[in-house]
Nanobody, 119 residues
Framework: QVQLVESGGGLVEAGGSLRLSCAAS????????MGWYRQAPGKERELVSS???????HYADSVKGRFTISRDNGKNMVYLQMNSLKPEDTAVYFC?????????????WGQGTQVTVSS
């Protein structure tokens, strides 16, 4: 089993910044992809950003130029630096990983952290 624990959410004014962190722990052989999804009320969960073990990052168009993803492979951690936040960024943000444990690759999800951006 793999556990993901997020931190860093909160309330911020439009234009402000937040940094999300996510730590993966457990019976991990290898982590290939780590990333962040978000889900706003009444909307589907959407991919915000992801990063491979080699550092190749992907961003949703809505956050390009404002958000930066990074990871520490040695610590099994992923970070999301969110700048120039907008009210439409308000959502629950979920950490995600594609990890190999006991010979099989699975998706794992964190419990989510609330990000609220006031106008």
């Amino acid at each position: 089993q793999v556990q993901l624990v997020e931190s860093g959410g909160g309330l911020v004014e439009a234009g402000g910044s937040l940094r999300l962190s996510c730590a993966a722990s457990g019976d991990i052989f290898r982590i290939s992809v780590m990333g962040w999804y978000r889900q706003a009320p009444g909307k589907e969960r959407e991919l915000v950003s992801s990063i491979t073990s080699g550092g190749i990052a992907h961003y949703a168009d809505s956050v390009k130029g404002r958000f930066t993803i990074s990871r520490d492979n040695g610590k099994n951690m992923v970070y999301l630096q969110m700048n120039s936040l907008k009210p439409e960024d308000t959502a629950v943000y979920f950490c995600y990983t594609l990890a190999t444990t006991r010979g099989y690759e699975y998706d794992y999800w964190g419990q989510g952290t609330q990000v609220t951006v006031s106008s």
